[in-house]
């Protein structure tokens, strides 16, 4: 599976959009994007996973470019309880993979400021 | 709907003690992975079963082993604990199907302290 490059933190004010960024400049045609959050060592908790469309749910927007070596997590209204480690990972979806290479690397430590 | 439990939450061991972390889930998922996480290190795969009667090396897996009891459960046994092995201990789950990429589920974490 393809690894992914992310900044170590990132600050974001209370209430704007937080913009989280990835780098997986090696994805494989078949390898999804996914974003988990890690808040203060809970059991990472899962947001958000794409292919090559953008992806919308009630937490996140996934924008990931044409190419698909890079892709952006979008908190649109970023709270003070978004404040937690932010991991974008690729890997091969569907069929008889599972996620024995689901790799965790450190992530992004999003500081969401009042 | 419980998702993933684990148990314990908190325990210390001394060295050379030996114990068993239980996870269940409910979710009727096949596989299930046991990770560790180290403070201010991401998540590192011990073992995992990709379905129930299966069970396999991950990333590090030494002295550490598993079971898989049922489709439900999987068990993590620590034989003889050592001071390395302090770590938060993750178990997951997740269901192995065609299509679209599915995903992986956690529970809340055991932290142990080995002294």
């Known amino acids: 599976d393809a690894k992914t490059t992310q900044p170590p933190s990132m600050d974001c004010a209370e209430g704007r959009a937080a913009n989280l960024p990835c780098n997986h400049s090696?994805?494989?045609?078949?390898?999804?994007v996914y974003w988990y959050r890690q808040i203060h060592s809970q059991g990472p908790q899962y947001i958000i996973h794409?292919?090559?469309n953008n992806e919308t749910n009630e937490m996140a927007s996934l924008i990931i470019t044409e190419d698909r070596k890079s892709s952006t997590l979008i908190l649109p209204h970023a709270t003070l309880r978004d404040t937690a480690v932010y991991y974008c990972?690729?890997?091969?979806?569907?069929?008889?993979?599972?996620?024995?290479?689901?790799?965790f690397g450190s992530g992004t430590k999003l500081n969401v400021k009042p | 709907n419980a998702g993933v439990t684990q148990t314990p939450k908190f325990q210390v061991l001394k060295t050379g003690q030996s114990m068993t972390l239980q996870c269940a889930q409910d979710?009727?998922?096949?596989?299930m992975y046991w990770y560790r996480q180290d403070p201010g290190m991401g998540l590192r795969l011990i073992y995992y079963?990709?379905?129930?009667?299966?069970?396999d090396k991950g990333e590090v897996p030494n002295g550490y082993n598993v079971s898989r009891l049922n489709k439900r459960e999987f068990s993590l046994r620590l034989e003889s604990a050592a001071p390395s092995q302090t770590s938060v201990y993750f178990c997951?789950?997740?269901?192995?199907?065609?299509?679209?990429?599915?995903?992986?589920?956690f529970g809340e974490g055991s932290w142990l302290t080995v002294v």
């Open positions: 997951a789950s997740s269901e192995a199907r065609t299509g679209a990429g599915n995903t992986i589920y």
């Open positions: 090696t994805i494989s045609g078949n390898e999804y």
């Open positions: 794409g292919l090559k």
């Open positions: 990972i690729v890997r091969v979806g569907g069929g008889l993979y599972n996620f024995n290479k689901f790799y």
């Open positions: 979710m009727n998922h096949n596989s």
């Open positions: 079963s990709a379905s129930e009667g299966t069970t």
